[in-house]
């Protein structure tokens, strides 16, 4: 039972450049979301997505970028890395309803822009 | 807006002892979800307890219990008998029943255990 899977868990970027983290998750939970963690500010949302092919702007949405295009995928795109994006990257998911109140993370992707 | 605070950046609890970790909350809503997450130093997030506001009643989970009072819109977290793998960055977590569907996270305690 693999839950939420991130890909890769660790990058290094220049300025400038682009790139795609992944989150897989196995649960067909309906609800995604990405987030990013940095020292005294906890965790912050960017995007997130209530079903496949829906995504809603979160706290801090500018220079990322999302798709869901499948129910089990949910991708967090940055087109032009700046070094304010260094950071650490969580994917979750939960189910839809009552019951689905609870949010798994994967294990986060470290993202270093130089 | 709802909003979660964490006053306390760093607490440290001698191992076996007890230790509370505060966190307080604002929101104008009547119904919705209060959660501590605990986040060891491999980054995973990891489910400690939760509570439902419509519940009087305080949640427990085994040496983790939480101490909910809706009126001052506090939700601390009681650890007793500390153990050295109770070590880990703590987040206190809102989440509205309806609506946006997002999670609101404090900024988080860090605590240390002592041998």
């Known amino acids: 039972n693999a839950g939420v899977t991130q890909t890769p868990k660790f990058r290094v970027l220049k300025t400038g450049q682009s790139m795609t983290l992944l989150c897989a998750q196995d649960m067909n939970h309906e609800y995604m979301y990405w987030y990013r963690q940095d020292p005294g500010m906890g965790l912050r949302l960017i995007h997130y997505s209530v079903g496949e092919g829906t995504t809603a702007k979160g706290e801090v949405p500018d220079g990322y970028n999302v798709s869901r295009l499948k129910k089990q995928n949910f991708l967090l795109g940055l087109e032009s890395a700046a070094p304010s994006q260094t950071s650490v990257y969580f994917c979750?998911?939960?189910?839809?309803?009552?019951?689905?109140?609870?949010?798994?993370f994967g294990e986060g992707s470290w993202l270093t822009v130089v | 807006a709802q909003t979660v605070t964490q006053s306390q950046p760093e607490m440290s609890v001698q191992e076996a002892e007890t230790v509370t970790l505060s966190c307080t909350y604002d929101?104008?809503?009547?119904?919705?979800?209060l959660f501590w997450y605990k986040q060891p130093p491999s980054r995973q997030m990891i489910l400690v307890i939760r509570q439902e506001a419509y519940k009087q009643q305080n949640a427990t989970e085994n040496r983790f219990s939480v101490n909910f009072q809706k009126a001052a819109k506090s939700f601390s977290l009681k650890i007793s008998d500390s153990q050295l793998g109770d070590a880990a960055m703590y987040f206190c977590?809102?989440?509205?029943?309806?609506?946006?569907?997002?999670?609101?996270f404090g900024t988080g305690t860090r605590l240390k255990v002592l041998a």
């Open positions: 977590a809102y989440r509205t029943t309806s609506g946006t569907y997002k999670y609101i």
């Open positions: 979750a998911s939960r189910r839809q309803g009552a019951f689905g109140n609870t949010i798994y």
């Open positions: 929101t104008s809503e009547s119904d919705y979800y």
